[in-house]
């Protein structure tokens, strides 16, 4: 447990803490300023060239003590999977965007986190959803990488103990996004090709009631049991509900966000995504390794120096898009 104890000293400390809620509006306010910017220069921009805005928007939002928000693209081809559905192999593109959590002390990972995200820009008044991308991002089912960070991966089985390892952004004017898992979308969908205004007003209501139960840190099963874990798991469980009575949550698992300012927060109060690490145990060795080429490949890794004046390619590429927060406790702050 006492490795665990900066982390939950940290989140003590910044917790409805005026200076970390200022840097929390710093990054929503320049995540806002790009995608509106997407919207006014070109209304049939796509949903590639809008979310490489984003880039530049965590690059220049603000830093806070200790923490590191960084973003880039991997260019090149998009990432495409092989994998079964409906009982045939087919492909697709596993995602455009990455969001990355890394809580480290010295050279021990307390914690890291991933989400895989395909957002989709509003239609008229719909989304239009591919059916197959959705199993995928939703089930996992054995994955071959065919092009892209991807490539020369082969017989992938990403675990999805947090049901947000794969995730929507949901685009619409003037500059918004709403954030979904892979499963609310599913239940939504029931099978249709496209989601409709109705569909995410109903789907606010079914996430709103689900935010209602106790959901903390999704931690597999087997580690309730595993005797190095025991305590930090009931210490992790304290510090949530301790989260609860305090306004804002940390460790938690939210798998909706009604707009780009609840996404941020969530983020930033390590609420999003499938955790690949903890405690310097990996949980999924895949889905970590994983992870970790998406750092590397995006050139995100502590020491990599990503100018904040990075300008946005003017023609566009396609490729992922890596979200990378470190917060290093090891540094003075």
Known sequence: MSDFEPLFKFISEIRNND????????????????LKLGYKENENENEVKIVSRLVKSINV???????????????GSS????????????????????????????????????CIIQNKKQNGNRWKIDNKQLFLLNYFPTLYGESGVLRGFNDLS????????????LLFPPGEMIFSSADHITEMLKGKGSLSRE????LNIV???????EIVL?????LYFDEDFKSLIEHINEAYMLNQNKGQTFLGNKTYAKDIH???????????????????????????????????????EPKSDISNNEELDTEIVDGITVLHMHINLNEER
């Not at 999704?218 to 087997?222: C, T, W």
Request: proline fraction near 2%.
């Open 19 to 34: 200076d970390f809620i200022k840097f929390q509006d710093s990054i929503v306010n320049s995540a806002y300023d790009s």
């Open 61 to 75: 939002g603000g830093g806070y003590p200790q923490i590191t928000m960084r973003a880039k693209k991997i260019h």
């Open 79 to 114: 990432s495409i999977v092989e994998f079964e559905y409906g009982g045939k192999k087919v492909s697709c593109e596993l995602g455009d965007m990455v969001i990355i959590t890394s809580v480290t002390n010295g050279n021990k990972r307390l914690l890291q986190r991933l």
């Open 158 to 169: 990403f675990h999805n103990n947090s049901k947000c390892l794969g995730a929507y952004g």
């Open 199 to 202: 569909d995410i007003a109903q």
């Open 207 to 213: 996430a709103q009631s689900e935010s209602s139960l």
């Open 218 to 222: 999704p931690i597999p099963q087997r």
């Open 262 to 300: 609840d996404l941020i927060c969530d983020w930033t109060q390590l609420n999003i995504g499938e955790v690949t690490c903890l405690n310097d145990y990996v949980i999924d060795k895949k889905v970590d390794d994983f992870t970790n080429t998406l750092i590397r490949s995006a050139e995100l």
